[in-house]
């Protein structure tokens, strides 16, 4: 059970161009799903959170109008990188998080994000 | 906000030793404490956590004990072997139920 797929797995653009990730829960209804994005050898560096039907809310430093959320169902985020640029260039994880353990938190597989 | 301490940054043991991974966190209000190994290119993958009215909790080889007052908890790992190797991360819990991870330790088990 708590399983998180996450797509696509990885993708290679051009700068200037939006990218579209995909993180859903497979088995649970999750209320909240947070955006992390990890540099190499880094630490996971929270984005955003987001609840079913509301806005995401935001870390100090992250551009809401260029990481768009969305959060539309309880099994289904969005997270688009919108105009990026190579410094965009991550992996990017969510987690997902269900009402039963309301705690734990279960990772997707990530997306390595490659922006030329 | 949390702050969360994580150390040693890299750990070298021999198979069959143990291995002690350390953390401090800040928020005194902070009550789940879980740690995560995450390997080369992979989802962090949950492999124990504990909460704050627990001192210690055991699963197999590993254990993770938390000590409240003085605001850190640990993460032993017995009897290593080769494919414990990979980079752990504890985390803490925050205001929101949001959490903040430690720096990582990348975990090397000689064979």
């Known amino acids: 059970g708590a399983v998180v797929s996450q797509h696509p797995s990885w993708v290679i653009c051009k700068s200037g161009t939006s990218v579209k990730i995909e993180c859903r829960s497979l088995d649970f209804q999750a209320t909240t799903m947070f955006w992390y994005r990890q540099f190499p050898k880094q630490s996971l560096m929270l984005m955003a959170t987001s609840n079913e039907g509301s806005k995401a809310t935001y870390e100090q430093g992250v551009e809401k109008d260029k990481f768009l959320i969305n959060h539309a169902s309880l099994t289904l985020s969005t997270l688009t990188v919108t105009s990026a640029h190579p410094e965009d260039s991550s992996f990017y994880i969510c987690?997902?998080?269900?009402?039963?353990?309301?705690?734990?938190?279960?990772f997707g597989p990530g997306t390595r994000l490659t922006v030329l | 906000g949390e702050n969360v301490e994580q150390h040693p940054s890299t750990l070298s043991v021999q198979e069959g030793d143990s291995a002690v991974i350390k953390c401090t966190y800040s928020d005194s209000a902070s009550n789940y404490f879980p740690w995560y190994k995450q390997e080369l290119g992979k989802r962090p993958q949950l492999i124990i956590d504990?909460?704050?009215?627990?001192g210690e909790k055991k699963d197999q080889r590993i254990a993770v004990t938390l000590n409240k007052t003085a605001k850190h908890f640990s993460l032993h790992i017995t009897e290593t072997q080769p494919e414990d190797s990979a980079v752990y991360f504890c985390a803490a819990d925050n205001a929101g139920n949001m959490l903040t991870f430690g720096g990582g330790t990348r975990l090397m088990v000689k064979p």
């Open positions: 987690s997902a998080r269900g009402h039963i353990s309301t705690d734990t938190q279960y």
């Open positions: 504990i909460r704050s009215n627990v």
